[in-house]
């Protein structure tokens, strides 16, 4: 069974907002891209919630729930019964939460359990507004992917690979109990090493090496979409790779200089599948290959065919 980006969308915060939420921003991007797939919420089977910077520092009820009913997912089941009554549950893994997400989807789709998954992502400063914080690395960003079935055998989505790499952790977010006073509900403390940007980029380059060699994909007719922990972070790798930097793509946050954007985390795979469709069709390429690093640090990639490819 073949599983396809049926639509995708990313939410900013409005001009107009006091402060950014994730439920706002993960439920605008999830109403939008069910609109541009021109299906109905009640259509949607699962909902889950990626992501790990939140308003407030709020963790507790899970966040999918809220999500679920900001966009008005199958909200009675009593009153609106449907044979694949949706339910929601949140999913954190950092940068990598978005694929593992997706290797979660193709195993519910296999089971026929559910014809339409929606997977969101959404970050936000625990004070509600990122620009407002200077040291802050993460950008205010909501993403959705709308996953179905593919109509074309071998299509979308390949298997779905993670693991860890050596050394300690190169980020740390936490609220620091010790220090945060009155605050608590709108600092955070993120603590990120010097080498981790070099670390990153090795366990990015060898990563994806060793996922092409696995699938029999091949690196120079492939599109290769990046998570960003830094502003230069395609470029880096296009050379370690050597491939052409066009073939890689690590967009920054839409209307930031692109030189200081700040980072997009969890829902960087979905902001470059949806700068990939700006620059052109998909099936320019044989292939697209996501590799996501993040704090572990940890990687994951995915290869997705495009259809007509």
């Given amino acids: 069974m073949s599983m396809v980006i049926a639509a995708a969308s990313i939410a900013l915060p409005r001009t107009a907002d006091t402060k950014a939420t994730t439920v706002r921003l993960a439920g605008r991007a999830a109403r939008e891209t069910l609109s541009a797939a021109g299906v109905s919420p009640d259509s949607v089977g699962m909902l889950i919630n990626t992501g790990v ?22 909200l009675d089941y009593l009153a609106d019964p449907v044979p694949n009554a949706a339910f929601s549950f949140d999913l954190m893994n950092g940068a990598c939460g978005v ?3 997706v290797q979660v989807a193709q195993a519910v789709l296999d089971t026929a359990s559910a014809d339409r998954i929606l997977v969101t992502a959404a970050d936000v400063h625990p004070g509600g507004r990122a620009d407002a914080d ?8 909501g993403g959705a992917w709308l996953l179905a079935r593919g109509a074309e055998p071998g299509v979308g989505f390949g298997a779905v690979r993670w693991g860890n790499g050596s050394g300690p952790t190169g980020v740390a977010g936490y ?8 605050e608590g509900r709108r600092r955070i403390t993120v603590k990120r ?9 090795d366990l990015a380059a060898s990563s994806a090496v060793a996922y092409a060699q696995e699938q029999s994909l091949d690196l120079r007719r492939s599109l290769l979409l990046s998570s960003r922990p830094c502003p230069d972070f395609a470029s880096l790798l296009a050379a370690r790779l050597d491939l052409d930097p066009a073939s890689v793509l ?7 200089d692109p030189r200081r954007s700040r980072e997009p985390h969890t829902a960087a795979p979905i902001l470059g599948y949806l700068a990939a469709l700006d620059r052109g069709p998909l099936v320019a390429w044989e292939q697209v290959l996501f590799v996501s690093v993040g704090a572990g640090p940890s990687v994951a990639c995915a290869s997705y065919r495009p259809q007509g490819a």
């Fill in 53 to 74: 910077y939140r308003e407030a520092n709020r963790f507790e009820p899970a966040l999918a729930a809220m999500v679920q009913k900001e966009v008005g997912i199958n």
């Fill in 99 to 101: 694929l593992n997400a």
């Fill in 134 to 141: 200077p040291d802050y690395p993460y950008a205010d960003l």
């Fill in 175 to 182: 609220l620091d109990t010790a220090t945060m006073g009155g």
């Fill in 193 to 201: 090493r010097a080498d981790r940007v070099p670390r990153l980029l």
């Fill in 250 to 256: 690590a967009p920054g946050t839409p209307g930031e």
